[in-house]
């Protein structure tokens, strides 16, 4: 069988680099953009410093910003409706995985009309042709949406999120400047930072894991963890790892797969509206304990990079309960809490068959029930 690897055809990383964002559109021959950004980073001036760039060389666009946190499918229409009458050719994704998801999915809308319900996006899709060509421009140092081949969107009415994943959504160009991110509060830069170590040890120990994905996947584990720290406390140095972290990370896990930390984070994020790295952070360290028996020497490797000593001197049971421990630290530090008081025993059947459907859960390397899904649910309480 063989190992498919997608990438952006064009990234760009460092500070500075939205400078290049005219640079791509004008050798493309792009007419107009249609800047996909959402209400809070217009208001703090954080999609300005794109859209300065956009003004000072010539290059006309719209603004949408019907975006909400966890972007649903009303969003999504009222974007294509949007998009169409803007007359734009290319996309300009400036935000979090809540604006990328949202212009991914118009994208891929206004190309493959087909799919306008949104729903039917959900899963593998067989869409014919790529998207609406997309520059996308993280703001947070955590989704990795700029290069990967996945979208979720939020489906209201259904209390629930779906993921679409579809090789033809990947955004052309990715510029990652860590001056994008230097806005965010600390309780952001924690949420989305443990949103990209989840990413990172999911990726690693999924069905799909293989050596050039574990490449990339035990660098963002290092990377994250001696960078997340000083990312909140809004350190240079913090943030610039954190930006090359979180996208080295997406580099590896929307080529091989996520598992049920993410298919739980969803349904918490549906169902709560829990913030998805928040909802991370909580069960990353319980599922890693789920699946610690079918990871062979993986958790000596994740305990590794995360600068454990001595590992090799440790026992299977003492190298993977080290891991785990790192990870339970690390959210601690940056100030994630453990415990989701929302969630009630009455709860427990819908947010569990929620989680099962979810399409992160079959890449788990352990095979999780429905009993298994409420006990670590159950651990929230």
């Known amino acids: 069988m063989a190992n498919r690897f997608m990438l952006n055809e064009t990234s760009y990383h460092g500070y500075g680099a939205i400078k ?5 559109a004008k050798a493309r021959g792009f007419s107009k953009a249609f ?4 209400p809070d980073l217009i208001r703090f001036g954080v999609t300005k410093k794109v ?43 400036i935000g979090g995985g809540s604006s990328m998801d949202t212009a991914k999915a118009i994208g891929i809308i206004i190309a493959n009309p087909e799919f306008e319900d949104v729903r039917s996006l959900e899963g593998v899709a067989p869409t014919k042709k790529p998207c609406v060509p997309i520059i996308a421009v993280p703001t947070t140092a955590g989704t990795a949406a700029e290069v990967t081949i996945n979208y979720v969107i939020t489906d209201v009415e259904r209390k ?3 993921v679409c994943v579809d090789p033809h959504d990947m955004p052309v160009v990715a510029v990652v400047d860590p001056d994008m991110m230097s806005s965010m509060p600390k309780g952001l830069t924690a949420s989305t ?9 999911e990726g690693y120990t999924t069905k799909g894991a293989w050596e050039m994905s574990d490449m990339f996947h035990l660098k963002a584990i290092e990377i994250i963890s001696r960078s997340l720290r000083g990312a909140v406390a809004n350190e240079k140095a913090g943030r610039e790892g954190m930006a090359l972290g979180q996208y080295i990370a997406g580099m590896g896990f929307s080529n091989v797969g996520l598992g049920i930390a993410h298919s739980m984070a969803h349904t918490l994020g549906a169902v709560y509206d829990t913030p998805h790295g ?3 952070a909580m069960m990353l360290p319980i599922v890693m304990d789920f699946n610690k028996e079918t990871t062979g020497e993986k958790y000596r490797e994740i305990a590794r990079a995360m600068g454990v000593k001595g590992v090799d001197e440790m026992s299977q ?7 785990i421990a790192a990870v339970r630290k690390l959210s ?3 100030g994630i809490p453990a415990k989701l008081a929302a969630i009630k025993e009455d709860d427990l059947e819908f947010l569990a068959q929620s989680a099962a459907a979810d399409a992160c859960a079959p890449g788990n390397p352990k095979e999780a029930s429905i009993d298994d899904f409420k006990a670590m649910f159950r651990q929230l309480m």
């Not at 800047?35 to 959402?38: A, K, N, Q, T």
């Not at 003004?55 to 169409?84: C, H, M, R």
Request: net charge negative.
């Open 20 to 24: 290049e964002i005219a640079n791509e």
């Open 35 to 38: 800047v996909c950004s959402d």
């Open 51 to 93: 859209t300065d760039i956009l003004d000072e060389n010539g290059l006309s666009y719209d603004i949408y910003s019907d975006i909400k946190a966890n972007p649903t499918i009303e969003n999504v229409q009222n974007g294509v409706a949007a998009f169409k009458a803007s007359g734009a050719d290319y996309i300009v994704a």
């Open 160 to 162: 629930r999120k779906f």
């Open 193 to 201: 930072g443990m949103d990209a170590l989840t990413h990172a040890i």
């Open 278 to 280: 928040v909802a991370c």
């Open 317 to 323: 049971d003492e190298y993977r309960a080290a891991a």
């Open 332 to 334: 601690e530090d940056v």
